[in-house]
């Protein structure tokens, strides 16, 4: 059998990268690809390195949270939170720049310049509960649900502060992507129900 021509490679390389807007060297592994394609598209100004060990085709339309994709690549443990998982649920006004990122407590944290993470410790069924994935960029990104995330602010409010926390209620209960009982479960998983307690109940007053 001949060998596979490198135009050959190249093709199945960029179809790839079609598929999958985020690449990492074991997605070509995955499909028995050689990954020293990458360096070679990337100097034949085909692909680009996004990130540390990430690639994408040149002028890929993606979304506004794709720092939180090639976040989720490199820490698959991780979990998107607090104001990054504000602006993933459309709630409040926070617009962080750095990638907020829930990981357990003895993880090492990554070294990362771009993006800039925020990581917070959590562990147990603070980590565990309310995730939700969302596909971006053709990567399932687990970031935790509304009601989660709200009590999140408030659990680490000293960190946000109490007005992001009050602002995260209002508006999530205003678009209704809350209910109370959802609320108060994660209050008590997150230990903060005496904490949220009179901000709930004036919510509901």
Known sequence: MLPEQPSTLEQAVLALAERQPLLRARDLTAESLPTAMLSRLVAAGKLERVARGIYSLPGQALSEHRSLAEVSLRMPRGVVCLLSALRVHGIGTQAPFEVWLAIPPHTPTPRTDQPVLRVVRMSGRALTEGIEHFEIDGVQVPVF?????????????????????????????????????????????????????????????
């Open 145 to 205: 649900n509304a009601a989660k995330t709200v009590a999140d602010c408030f659990k680490f409010r000293n960190k946000i502060g109490l007005d992001v926390a009050l602002e995260a209620l209002r508006d999530g209960w205003a678009q209704r992507k809350l209910t109370m009982d959802a609320l108060w479960h994660y209050a008590a998983v997150n230990r903060v129900s005496n904490v949220m307690r009179p901000y709930l109940e004036s919510t509901t007053a």
